[in-house]
């Protein structure tokens, strides 16, 4: 339950700014969030998510953050929600599991600017993971969900 609450903030908060405007709601499964699949909870004591400019070519680093799936009392060590993180499609990623010595490169989030109405969504995005394009489709059954990044160990 908790791995969802700040998703639903942000999404909460970013429906109440958008309706104030006149440009519909932006679809909530176009949100990008990290899913790890198939991995031990031993494999995500670390995972390291670093963030560059929007440029396909990891050359500008603005960030990395350093997340755990056990406790921390270090203030730079953000929580992992369940096997999830949620990150912007303003950027590129490299995201890195030491535990099991593998690294994903994801570059080129385009959040498909569809619109809402009542609660059906017809969002997605794509995405290229390891230079694989990948599609998350409009899709109505996945209305008001996140696009689940799937990171597959």
């Known amino acids: 339950m908790k791995k969802y609450f700040y998703l639903v903030l942000f999404i909460l908060t970013s429906s109440v700014i958008l309706t104030n405007c006149s440009c519909g709601h932006v679809c909530t499964n176009a949100v990008p969030v990290l899913d790890f699949v198939n991995f031990d909870y ?23 953050k350093v997340y755990t799936n ?18 912007n499609s303003t950027s590129d990623y490299i995201i890195t599991i030491p535990a ?3 690294t994903w490169y994801l570059k080129n989030i385009n959040i ?17 993971l390891n ?23």
């Not at 995972?47 to 680093?61: I, M």
């Not at 569809?114 to 997605?124: I, L, V």
């Open 70 to 87: 056990g406790s921390s009392s270090n203030a730079d060590t953000l929580q992992i929600g369940s096997d999830e993180i949620l990150i």
């Open 112 to 128: 498909h600017a569809d619109k809402m109405q009542a609660s059906s969504c017809t969002g997605g995005m794509d995405f290229y």
């Open 42 to 64: 031993t494999d995500l004591n670390i995972v390291l998510v670093s963030e560059y400019t929007k440029t396909g070519s990891f050359s500008q680093l603005m960030d990395t």
């Open 100 to 102: 099991v010595n593998m």
């Open 131 to 153: 230079d694989s394009l990948h599609t998350i489709f409009s899709n109505n059954s996945a209305a008001n969900l996140p696009g689940l990044i799937k990171i597959y160990k």
